[in-house]
C-alpha cells in the first residue's frame, strides 16, 4: 500500500519543517545536479532557509549563471516589448485606415457624391453640416476683411504722420535756406557799402586834395616864372652886345 497523498502548505510544526526542508533540498540539490550531467545542462540553484541560511548549486558557478539569467530575461522583455509595441502600431494603423476611409467618405458626401446610400434624414444632416459650414466661412472671410481693411488703415495713418513730418521738415529747411539767403544778401550789401565809402574816402581826402592843388600850384608858378624870366635874359643880352653907334 503506497503512501498517502501530502497535502501542499505550511508546516507548522517547527521540528518537522526542518526535517522536511533537509531531506527536499538534498533531493533538490541532487536532481539538478544530475539533471546538469545527463542533459549537459547549465544548471543553477540558490535556496534560502527560513532562517535566512544559503544553499546553492551551478554547473558552472552562480554568478555565470546569475549574468547569463539577467542577458537572457533582458533579450526576452526586449522581444516582448517589440511584439507587443508592432501589435499595438498594428491597431493603431488599422484604426487610422478606417478613419481615413470615413472621412474620404464624407468628403465625397460634402461634394455631392454617393448619396445614394442616404434617406432622408442623412440628407437633413448633411444639409444642416453644409450650411453651418458655409456660414463658418462667411464669417472667417468676414473677419479677414475686417483685418485687413484695419491693417490698411493703420498703414495709411502712418504714411500720413509720416508725409506730416516730411512736410515740416521740408518747410524747415526752406526757412533755414531763406534765412541763409537773406544773411548771403545782407554781407554782400554790407561789404558793398564798405567797399564805396572806403573808395570814396580815399578820392575825397581833404590832404589829397591839397597836396594835389598845391602840385598844381606850384607848376603854375613854374611856368610863370619861367615866362618872366625869359624878357630878362633877352635884355641882359642887350646890354652886353656892344654898340655900333
Known amino acids: 500500500m503506497g503512501r498517502g497523498k501530502i497535502e501542499i502548505k505550511r508546516i507548522d510544526n517547527a521540528t518537522s ?34 532562517t535566512g541560511r ?38 493603431e ?14 468628403h465625397r458626401q460634402l461634394l455631392g457624391q454617393q448619396l445614394s446610400g442616404l434617406d432622408v434624414k442623412d440628407l437633413q444632416n448633411l444639409e444642416n453640416k453644409l450650411e453651418l459650414s458655409l456660414r463658418n466661412i462667411r464669417m472667417k472671410k468676414d473677419q479677414l476683411m ?12 502712418l504714411m500720413h504722420r509720416e508725409n506730416i513730418e516730411l512736410y515740416n521738415k521740408a518747410n524747415l529747411v526752406r ?7 537773406r544773411k ?15 573808395g570814396h574816402g580815399i578820392n575825397d581826402h581833404p590832404a589829397s586834395g ?4 598845391s602840385m598844381d600850384t606850384e607848376n603854375e608858378d613854374v611856368r610863370v616864372n619861367l615866362e618872366l624870366s625869359q624878357p630878362q635874359s633877352a635884355q641882359r643880352d642887350k646890354s652886353e652886345t656892344p654898340s655900333t653907334g
Request: glycine residues 4%.
Open 210 to 213: 591839397t597836396a594835389r592843388h
Open 93 to 106: 494603423a488599422g484604426s487610422l485606415r478606417q478613419q481615413l476611409h470615413n472621412l474620404q467618405e464624407h
Open 175 to 181: 526757412q533755414e535756406n531763406i534765412e541763409l539767403q
Open 146 to 157: 475686417i483685418d485687413q481693411i484695419q491693417e490698411l488703415n493703420r498703414k495709411g495713418s
Open 17 to 50: 519543517r526542518q526535517v522536511t526542508f533537509s531531506k527536499r533540498r538534498s533531493g533538490l540539490l541532487k536532481k539538478a545536479k544530475e539533471l546538469a550531467i545527463l542533459c549537459d545542462a547549465e544548471v543553477g540553484l540558490i535556496v534560502f532557509s527560513s
Open 54 to 91: 544559503l544553499y546553492d548549486f551551478a554547473s558552472t558557478s552562480v554568478k555565470s549563471v546569475i549574468e547569463r539569467y539577467s542577458e537572457a530575461k533582458e533579450d526576452h522583455h526586449q522581444t516582448m516589448s517589440a511584439s507587443a509595441e508592432a501589435k499595438l502600431w498594428q491597431r
Open 184 to 198: 548771403v544778401i545782407a554781407s554782400r550789401t554790407v561789404s558793398r557799402i564798405e567797399m564805396q565809402v572806403y
